[in-house]
């Protein structure tokens, strides 16, 4: 499997590398003989620094295992005819459910020890969004601000709050140590001590999300995380941000982010991406680039976004050294990549 992913054009399968970004466009007729609409899936599971020595063999190839496992669960909700909401949520779940990525089991520890969880997504048909943070016993985050959306009258749901909204639904609920590694601990001890220097080293930061166009041409797009290593006073990134770490809208595109989630936040990345593309005409990929290396960039900010548009463009971009990434189409595209 290739480690980096390039700028693609199909049917002329003309390929062209673009910096780190990934730019897949739609095609008249689509690999899986679905009428000529074409639906796909992209997923990310963190951007930082992550350098080649520190990762061993075994652990690149079971990351990548970990993202072949996502692509599958969500791309298996589009083959059938599901909704790109039920693709989002599938792929998010697996990566929850993944200790090597920062979202449910495994996520990063704050400063006392404990996993505080966030998590967000959005229907870009209804615009209809959900969003839960401060979690510490929801099994699945993705699952209840599902909920949040389709069971509740609110967007937003906080800390004991919103488990008390989960149990009342029948949510499975763990106990703190559930979402707790050896390796996540490790990690804390080191923040801890400083030993943690790069501004947005993988041990520090980190985010799984999903995006996703279906046959019907929806859009939809969701994101969860532990948020930052030793993190304090109850702070949120912009993982359950509408508008900043999450946004669909079938009139643009739909985006999830992984980064510094302070300067997504101040730059509402994933809605002025789709603002841009709706209001300015622009190809998705001059949007995404806009935003993450030029707004965003200039305050300092690191990270990388997944983003697919209505005519089915897919974009995957990152300033950082890394981002685990994926992508599979109808069209037979079918990648997943870690390094530059």
Not at 41 to 66: F, K, P, V
Not at 153 to 164: D, R
Not at 201 to 223: H, Q, R, S, Y
Not at 258 to 287: M, N, S, W
Request: charged letters at 20%; proline letters at 3%; one cysteine or more.
């Amino acid at each position: 499997m290739p480690t980096r992913m390039a700028r693609i054009v199909v049917p002329m399968v003309v390929l062209a590398a673009l910096a780190c970004t990934c730019v897949v466009r739609a095609a008249e007729v689509d690999a899986a003989g679905s009428g000529g609409k074409m639906f796909a899936i992209a997923i990310h599971g963190g951007a930082g620094t992550l350098s080649r020595s520190d990762m061993s063999a075994e652990q690149e190839a079971n990351y990548r295992a970990g993202l072949e496992a996502a692509l599958a669960a969500g791309y298996s909700q589009l083959a059938r005819g599901g909704a790109s909401l039920d693709a989002v949520v599938a792929a998010v779940r697996v990566l929850e459910d993944n200790p090597l990525f920062n979202a449910g089991r495994g996520a990063v520890l704050n400063r006392d020890g404990v996993a505080e969880l966030d998590a967000s997504l959005m229907d870009g048909r209804t615009l209809a969004a959900g969003a839960v943070t401060g979690l510490q016993h929801v099994k699945n985050p993705i699952d209840l601000a599902r909920l949040v959306m389709e069971k509740s009258p609110h967007v937003m749901l906080v800390g004991a709050g919103a488990e008390e909204f989960a149990k009342s639904l029948g949510v499975e609920m763990v106990p703190n140590e559930y979402f707790r590694t050896p390796a996540r601990q490790n990690q804390l001890e080191r923040s801890l001590r400083g030993a943690v220097s790069r501004e947005n080293e993988l041990e520090a930061f980190g985010t799984v999300g999903a995006v996703a166009l279906d046959l019907a041409g929806n859009l939809a797009a969701a994101t969860s995380t532990g948020g930052m290593t030793g993190k304090r006073w109850g702070r949120v990134g912009d993982s359950p941000i509408i508008g900043a770490g999450t946004y669909a809208n079938n009139e643009s595109c739909a985006v999830s982010a992984t980064g510094h989630g302070e300067y997504f936040i101040r730059t509402v990345v994933a809605h002025d991406i789709c603002a841009q593309v709706e209001y300015l005409k622009i190809p998705l990929a001059k949007a995404v680039d806009n935003v993450l290396n030029g707004k965003m960039k200039k305050l300092g900010g690191n990270g990388g976004v997944i983003a697919i548009d209505r005519a089915g463009e897919i974009v995957l971009e990152f300033n950082s050294e890394g981002m685990f990434r994926g992508v599979k189409t109808s069209k037979g595209l079918h990648e997943v990549a870690i390094y530059r």
